[in-house]
């Protein structure tokens, strides 16, 4: 990873929906530069420069780790982005005579103002929490060193890893995993490590211990998630830029909508036999959405049910055997200050895309039974 000057940002990296000041410059011209992109602003004295909005159309996205294969003999960690990511994605700030030069690297996210306040002095969100032991994870459930995931909402979860580091996971009753791994940006698959662990070692964990570089360690808690008639699991971007899946279990209803009273699709047709108009329509498209409880959700579950209503990129996972991109909100988004029992409201996922059946034919004949009995009756 290339040389960062702490100055600007101590660790190196910094959120683009989060101010970015450039302070202790020469009065003048100072280049910002990022991506092979010059940028260029004039300081005064005193003064100082927000670098969040001129590089927040640069910064990347976290990948999708969800696409993506694990590295291998470790095929439970995936890798997002190598050690070149960290160089092609470095941006830089130097004034007008050269001699004052900042780095750091953009990312496209943020925290609270809540969060920005309890930093101390010479640390930042990095330095604090992702960049060190504990909770490293790029998760918005919670902060804590504690992490309690249902069964149904488990998703690769990212890190960022400036250095090479070592990765152990302890799984409990003696097992345990590591990996090297160099400096890039990586995701967790706790859906793959318990796999891994099941058909390798013949053993389920639901615990899991995972340690980076002998800091502290943080315990992912798998919970099992209750049955349910019905179960609608949504992926989304939470507020630091990573994939989170959140499920909602109450019934659903699927609504078409048809235009709206503003909008007059109707137009008159000139009868040649009465001499006369007559009232026609033209062809309306189908806006399709769903009408879905969220299920009993406490207080952690509300958090991240309001991560999602926030989302700019949500999709519906397993919708008629694929995932569709919908944009959720809810009318009515009230719960009880405290929460001394779950609770629930109803949220409408609306499709941004067509999800009507395709009229093309299958090209493989249905057989008479299921799959396995092919050979024999079909």
Known sequence: MPVVNPSLTPSGFAFTRNPIFYRDGAPGTIDIE???????????TPGAVNLADIVDSLAPDFGDPGARPGIPDAEWLIELEDSSFLEEYLCTVSNNDGDDLRRFIPLRGGVPYSTLKGLDAG??????????????????RTASDTLVIKETELYPLCFIQPTPCDIVVDAGSGYTCSAELPAGIYAFDVEAFRRYMFFDRHYLPSVLTVCR???????????????SHERHRLKFRNRLGAFEVIELT??????AGFGTEDTDDTYREYNATFDDFFTRSMRREAQSSLTVNTGPKNAGEFVLLAELLASEEV????????DVRVIVSAEDFKRTHRIVSPASVDVTVKFCEDIE???LASPVAA??????????FN
């Open 250 to 255: 109450g019934q659903a209803q699927l609504g």
């Open 123 to 140: 640390e930042d969100v990095f330095t604090r929490r992702f960049l060190a032991g504990g909770n490293f994870f790029m998760t918005s």
């Open 34 to 44: 990022c991506c092979g992109k010059r940028y260029s602003a004039r300081m005064l």
């Open 367 to 376: 057989g008479i039974f299921s799959p396995q009995f092919t050979d024999v």
């Open 315 to 322: 999709w519906l996972l397993d919708y008629n055997g694929r």
């Open 357 to 359: 059946p395709s009229m």
């Open 213 to 227: 570089d002998n800091a502290s360690p943080c315990t992912i808690v798998v919970q099992e998630a209750m049955s």
